[in-house]
């Protein structure tokens, strides 16, 4: 028989995935046969022209949207099709998410925007009961990301650096396994751009936090372990970078 050795499953991949959006009446297709493993631990960039689908396939690896074929798999079993429940667990259990713009919410100080997703997910009296514990924990990741002076402060009294920062504590507040960052430095300059980076870096290497980052930006992108380009709804494979070691 051929029963071989069992290899570990990749973190995440994605097998085969392909999307189109309607328009009017037609389909138009956007991810044409989409292939990709991510290993735990691993920095991948996904570089492609703006509206070739980058944020599309963000999308479907942190199951906010469904692919129309193919599959997304996590550590070997398929998520994309399960209940809506067991989705939402997964994306706010495993998947954090940082975004061009930074979505935080405007009447919150920066804490409180970090607490919020301990907020939603814990019922009133449970976030009361461990309130003392989030609040350690929130104010170890604030320091981290270097924004401990900040802490009372709303987003329209930060910097975009600091607002980005602050959105990545916010993301690892949840500790998720898998950090999706779309276009993270797609909004700032380029001096505040690479100290986002230094800090996603350092995230990777010293907590083996995988991350998949979209960016327009070739440079920005090789900073990462590995770089794939978006074209025509599919990858085109660029090797690895040679400055940087990939995990296994
Ligand atoms: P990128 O992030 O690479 O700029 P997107 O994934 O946002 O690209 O979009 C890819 C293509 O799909 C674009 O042509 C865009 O207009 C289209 N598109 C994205 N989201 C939707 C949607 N919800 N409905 C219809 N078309 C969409
Ligand atoms: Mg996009």
Redesign the pocket.
Known sequence: MTETISMPHPQLAAIAVEKA???DKHK?P?LRGIDVEVNKGEFLSIV????????????LFGLL?TPDVGEIHLEGQQIDDLPEHARDQIRNRVFGFIFQFYHLLPELNLLENVLSPLMIRYSTWEYWKKKKQFKQDAMEIIEKVGLSHRIKHRPAELSGGEMQRAAIARALIAKPQILLA??PTGNLDSSTGKEIMELLTNLNEQEQLTIIM?T?DDLIASQAHRTVR?REGQFELLGKHQSASVPA
């Open positions: 959006y309607r328009k138009v956007v492609g022209q703006s509206g070739s689908g980058k944020s599309t396939l963000m999308h949207d779309d276009e979209v327009h978006l």
